[in-house]
C-alpha cells in the first residue's frame, strides 16, 4: 500500500539550531501534505497545511516563521524547526492526501532539543 | 469542520468485543467517518471508513446510524496488543480537506 515516510525518525539538537523533517509520499503523488504535533498523552495538533508549489496555511497560534514549511514537489514536504528551543521537543507527523481524496500518514519524527 | 467527541477512556479484557462510539453531530453531506489507531510514538494507522450503515474489514466493524450523527467502532476479541489510542475523524475526503483530531479513546487491554 501508500507509504508516507519521514526523516529523520529522531533527531537531537542543540538549543538555538535549526532542524529539518522531511516527508515524502512514496508511492503515490500527494496534493496536500499536513504537518502535526504531538505532546506526550495528547492529540496531535494540527499545525499547517501545504499545497505543493505554493504557502503553507498555518493553523491560528504557529509561528510561521518559526516552524517554516516548503513543499517543492508533489512527493515532497519538509518542516524546518527555526532556533529550537527547548519547548519546540515534540512529536511532529505529517500526512500526505493523493489526488483521490486518500490520506496516509508517516510515522513521526521525535525532535529533542537540549 | 465537524468536532468528534468520544470517551477519554476505556478498558477491556482479552478477548472482549469493544464498542467505541463517537458523535459528530455536525458532520457534513460529503464527509467520511474515519477511525485510527496510535501506538505511542509512532504515526496514526488507519483502521477502517464508512459513510454510512455498516462497514467491516479483517480488524473491525464500524456501524453508522442513518442520521450520521454518531458511529461505533467495533474490535472483535481484543488481545493486549489493541492496547492503543483510538481517534475517530470526520474526514472531509476533498483532496485538500484536514483532518482535525479530537482527543481520543485510550483502550487497555487487560489480560
Known amino acids: 500500500g501508500a507509504v508516507v515516510s519521514q526523516h529523520p525518525s529522531w533527531v537531537i539538537c542543540k538549543s538555538g539550531t535549526s532542524v529539518k523533517i522531511e516527508c515524502r509520499s512514496l508511492d503515490f503523488q500527494a496534493t496536500t501534505m499536513f504537518w502535526y504535533r504531538q505532546f506526550p498523552k495528547q492529540s496531535l495538533m494540527l499545525m499547517a497545511t501545504?499545497?505543493?508549489?505554493?504557502?503553507?496555511?498555518?493553523e491560528q497560534g504557529v509561528e510561521k516563521d518559526k516552524f517554516l514549511i516548503n513543499h517543492a514537489s508533489l512527493t515532497l514536504s519538509t518542516l524546518t524547526v527555526t532556533s529550537a528551543h527547548p519547548e519546540d521537543s515534540s512529536f511532529y507527523i505529517c500526512?500526505?492526501?493523493?489526488?483521490?481524496?486518500?490520506?496516509?500518514f508517516g510515522e513521526g519524527s521525535r525532535l529533542t532539543v537540549l | 469542520l465537524a468536532k468528534t467527541t468520544q470517551p477519554i477512556s476505556m478498558d477491556s479484557y482479552e478477548g472482549q468485543e469493544v464498542n467505541i462510539t463517537c458523535s459528530h453531530n455536525?458532520?457534513?453531506?460529503?464527509?467520511?467517518i474515519t477511525w485510527y489507531q496510535q501506538f505511542p510514538s509512532q504515526g496514526p494507522r488507519f483502521i477502517i471508513q464508512?459513510?454510512?450503515t455498516k462497514v467491516k474489514n479483517e480488524v473491525a466493524s464500524l456501524f453508522i446510524p442513518a442520521d450520521r450523527k454518531s458511529s461505533t467502532l467495533s474490535l472483535p476479541r481484543v488481545s493486549l496488543s489493541d492496547t492503543a489510542v483510538y481517534y475517530c475523524?470526520?474526514?472531509?475526503?476533498?483532496?485538500?480537506?484536514?483532518?482535525?483530531f479530537g482527543q481520543g479513546t485510550t483502550l487497555q487491554v487487560k489480560p
Open positions: 464508512g459513510y454510512k
Open positions: 475523524l470526520v474526514d472531509p475526503t476533498s483532496n485538500t480537506g484536514k483532518l482535525i
Open positions: 455536525n458532520i457534513a453531506t460529503n464527509d467520511y
Open positions: 501545504s499545497n505543493e508549489g505554493s504557502k503553507a496555511t498555518y
Open positions: 500526512s500526505a492526501r493523493g489526488f483521490s481524496g486518500e490520506l496516509f
